[in-house]
């Protein structure tokens, strides 16, 4: 049904797996953002500002904790460069690849919540940390995958060229996934448990990986070529 949505011949599989992955970002950043701190682990842009209103005393919000996503966002993102480097000839083996190492990732922060809380500092900071790696992971791939439009993320400007082409289902999806994707991790934050909303997310990045793998198994799949 996805593909049937939201195909593209030019990018097969890769435009609906997307915008799960941005279901993901909308669903991690409600569990970072109401219950790690007030700080993002995939909304960089975001960071930047709040670590300038924590430097100028801002009250709830924590210099440490921006510093903290960023560094793990930053090194996510080197991994997923990296990744991308070494598996440069197909696109859908290469979001099968970072789909799996963000769903262990995920796993393991699902597991440490339930078993530790998420209130503690120390805990606090490991699921910053974890799920900045995971989403700077993400993000960097995303770009090498170049499908237009879908950044997985960063939505302003994709919501400028909404309004100012006036043009851009693919735009419109973006931003509704991700809407989507943080009011159904705030309902889970605010009336289930992280470990459960961090598990929701770890079942979409599970389903990507495994729809993606299918795909990739067509030896005609023009669409895994990288893209120009």
Same mark, same amino acid.
């Given at each position: ?16 797996? *997307? =915008? ?22 995939? !909304?960089?842009?975001? !960071? ?5 209103? +924590? ?11 921006? =510093? ?16 991308? $480097? ?52 993400? !993000? ?5 995958l170049k499908v237009p439009d879908l950044t997985t993320t960063v939505l302003t400007m994709t919501i400028t060229a909404l309004a100012a082409d006036r043009t851009g289902a693919r735009r419109l999806a973006s931003a509704a996934w991700m809407f989507a994707g943080a009011l159904l991790g705030a309902v889970l934050v605010l009336h289930a448990t992280v470990p459960v909303a961090l598990a929701v997310a770890l079942? *979409? =990045?599970?389903?990507?990986?495994? =729809? ?8 005609? +799949?023009?669409?895994? $070529?990288?893209?120009?």
């Open positions: 049904m996805l593909t049937r949505m939201h195909g593209d011949p030019r990018h097969g599989p890769l435009v609906p797996m *997307l =915008l799960v992955l941005t279901v993901v970002t909308g669903l991690v950043d409600a569990v970072s953002y109401l219950a790690l701190g007030h700080v993002f682990v995939a !909304n960089m842009t975001g !960071n930047v500002v709040f670590l300038g209103f +924590a430097l100028a005393g801002a009250p709830g919000l924590s210099a440490t904790a921006s =510093l903290a996503a960023l560094a793990a966002f930053l090194a996510g993102a080197l991994a997923g460069g990296r990744l991308a $480097e070494r598996r440069p000839g197909h696109r859908g083996r290469l979001l099968v690849a970072t789909a799996a190492a963000q769903s262990v990732l995920l796993a393991a922060c699902t597991a440490f919540a339930a078993a530790f809380g998420h209130t503690a500092d120390p805990v606090r900071y490991t699921l910053i940390g974890v799920l900045g790696a995971a989403m700077g992971l993400q !993000n960097a791939v995303v770009r090498a079942a *979409l =990045l599970l389903a990507v990986a495994a =729809l993606t793998r299918r795909a990739s198994r067509d030896p005609a +799949a023009s669409w895994a $070529e990288p893209a120009p």
